[in-house]
Structures are given as structure tokens and as C-alpha cells.
């Protein structure tokens, strides 16, 4: 083989190295954009979730007996950072049962028992059990999104679940609350705890 050849050979090879490293980097690039379109996509769905769930809350707001009906307003407090992506702010200002909603966020635990009802999301699982604890018997709806809401105490759980949204109740939490559900809500409801 003469030095022409050679070199002929290691330019080919160097330009099939640059290829194949080409190759290599637009591959890594369409993975990275398929992998950002699904959580973008990811994040849509979880942001319609969020927006079913606070629609859940809101009919909970019409269709529960809530305290305190001389009020002119629902307290529906936050607990914790989860207030499932700003999706309840959205009721803020919303009318149920002749009243306003009015949402407030970053509620302490000692100022459970001047809510109206309570949300404790999934990402503040942890506060479930000292919510409880605080509320005793208090007649605040407790509402939560968390796996074990209802084993902890909660009177309402929503549940994600094959791609729909459903709720369950604690009826015996509902009461030891001195909470009426109506009987409407209780048959649409995926479990009833009695």
C-alpha cells in the first residue's frame, strides 16, 4: 500500500468517526426532545388533574351542609405548599350555597378551626395526622388528595385512578364533625365509609 492510500484510508476513517459522532449527538438531541415532550405532556395532564380536582372542592363546597351558614363566606384553607399547581385558587371568589369562597393559603394549624373546610395535598401528606389531631371533632370538612387520606382521618379523599378522578367518604368522620353530605353526593362517590 503506498502513502497515498494511507492516507487516503485514515481520512476515510476520521470522516466515518465524525459521522458516527454526529450520528451519536442527534440521537442524545431527538431523546432529550422526546423526553421533554412527554413531561411537558406529563405536566398538561397533571395540570388537568389538578384542575378536576379543585372542581371536586368546589362541588364539595355545594353539596356538603358546612358550618357556620350564617357566614357570608367558605373558608377553604391550605395547608402546606400543595395547592395542587394554583388550581384552587381558582375558586376564590366562586359562590356556593349563597356564600363566597374565599382561599387562603399558608394556614397554620392553629388556625384550622376558623376554616370553613381544609385541603391537605398529596405533596403535604405528612401534615395529615396533626391536622386531625387538631381539628378533633371541630366541624371542618377535611378534604385531601393523599394516598392514605382516609385511614388518617380526612372525610373526603380524591383519587386518581384509570384516568378519571373519584372520591371517597368517610361518613363516620363526616359525623363524629357534626358534617351532613348530601345524599347525592354519597351515591356518586366511589366508596362510602360508614
Not at 378533633?136 to 392514605?148: E, F, H, I, K, T
Not at 388518617?152 to 380524591?158: I, K, R, T, V
Amino acid at each position: 500500500m503506498t502513502f497515498q492510500s494511507l492516507s487516503f484510508l485514515a481520512q476515510q476513517a476520521g470522516a466515518r468517526a465524525q459521522l458516527v459522532q454526529g450520528v451519536r449527538a442527534l440521537i442524545a438531541l431527538l431523546a432529550m426532545c422526546l423526553v421533554w415532550a412527554a413531561q411537558a405532556q406529563s405536566a398538561a395532564a397533571g395540570q388537568t388533574v389538578d384542575r378536576i380536582k379543585a372542581a371536586y372542592v368546589y362541588n364539595f363546597a355545594k353539596f356538603v351542609e358546612l358550618p357556620g351558614s350564617d357566614d357570608k363566606s367558605i373558608r377553604v384553607c391550605l395547608l402546606g405548599k400543595d395547592d395542587l399547581n394554583g388550581s384552587m385558587h381558582s375558586l376564590n371568589h366562586r359562590m356556593a350555597q349563597g356564600r363566597e369562597i374565599l382561599v387562603r393559603k399558608d394556614v397554620t394549624l392553629d388556625q384550622l378551626k376558623d376554616c370553613t373546610m381544609a385541603f391537605v395535598g398529596e405533596g403535604d401528606a405528612r401534615l395529615l395526622p396533626a391536622v386531625v389531631r387538631q381539628l378533633g371533632s371541630a366541624p371542618v370538612l377535611l378534604v385531601s388528595d393523599a394516598r392514605q387520606a382516609m385511614d388518617q382521618g380526612a372525610h373526603l379523599s380524591l383519587i386518581f385512578n384509570d384516568d378519571r378522578v373519584e372520591f371517597d367518604v368517610n361518613l363516620l368522620n363526616l359525623q363524629k364533625s357534626s358534617i351532613k353530605a348530601s345524599s347525592q353526593m354519597l351515591k356518586l362517590a366511589r366508596v362510602v365509609i360508614r
